[in-house]
T-cell receptor
């Protein structure tokens, strides 16, 4: 069964450094998402991406963050100048259809630790 | 903005007992999705409900979507130790086209053998 994959599984970085989290969505999916989950808390929406552009972003997704689909398979989240509070699990998700049948499948996540 | 509330936060049951978690949205939803997350794992899709009043079953799991499309529930009959995990509901609002999911806080289910 097709799956969303993410790399790396764990990223440790120093505060102020830039990180790039990578995702390979399910191949025939057109809608891509990033979510994050701070330890012990609920999953929070960051951004959605369709047709090579951001379609919606949350208030969390400020100028520190950017997304890109550099080729036909990868979808990346870049965090510039990381802060301690960016430590969280970052999940990529993808979907084949738009609303209302927008079932989203999540990848295994990248645990980001900012020291 | 849209808020999704989920109760209870924790539920401890003996194996064989039933379990229910409830989800309530501040706004009418286009659809609601349910996910299960094991400790250290990622949200795994369980089901999506789209129609008002919809009821779907998966073996021992019964999912319900309210008539007003603002609330939902997940009921597990005769829990097993394999049901342990956090169950999240996640709603999609009518006003967004591209599927932002707003998650509830989740219900952590523990099952004692």
């Amino acid at each position: 069964e097709p799956e969303v994959t993410q790399t790396p599984s764990h990223q440790v970085t120093q505060m102020g450094q830039e990180v790039i989290l990578r995702c390979v969505p399910i191949s025939n999916h057109l809608y891509f998402y990033w979510y994050r989950q701070i330890l012990g808390q609920k999953v929070e929406f960051l951004v959605s991406f369709y047709n090579n552009e951001i379609s919606e972003k949350s208030e969390i997704f400020d100028d520190q963050f950017s997304v890109e689909r550099p080729d036909g398979s990868n979808f990346t989240l870049k965090i510039r100048s990381t802060k301690l509070e960016d430590s969280a699990m970052y999940f990529c998700a993808s979907s084949e259809d738009s609303i209302p049948m927008n079932t989203q499948y999540f990848g295994p996540g990248t645990r980001l630790t900012v020291l | 903005g849209q808020q999704v509330m989920q109760i209870p936060q924790y539920q401890h049951v003996q194996e064989g007992e039933d379990f229910t978690t409830y989800c309530n949205s501040s706004t009418t939803l286009s659809n609601i999705q349910w996910y299960k997350q094991r400790p250290g794992g990622h949200p795994v899709f369980l089901i999506q409900l789209v129609k008002s009043g919809e009821v779907k079953k998966q073996k021992r799991l019964t999912f319900q979507f309210g008539e007003a499309k603002k609330n939902s529930s997940l009921h597990i009959t005769a829990t097993q130790t394999t049901d342990v995990g956090t169950y999240f509901c996640a709603g999609q609002g009518s006003g967004t086209s591209y599927g932002k999911l707003t998650f509830g806080q989740g219900t952590i289910l523990t099952v004692h053998p």
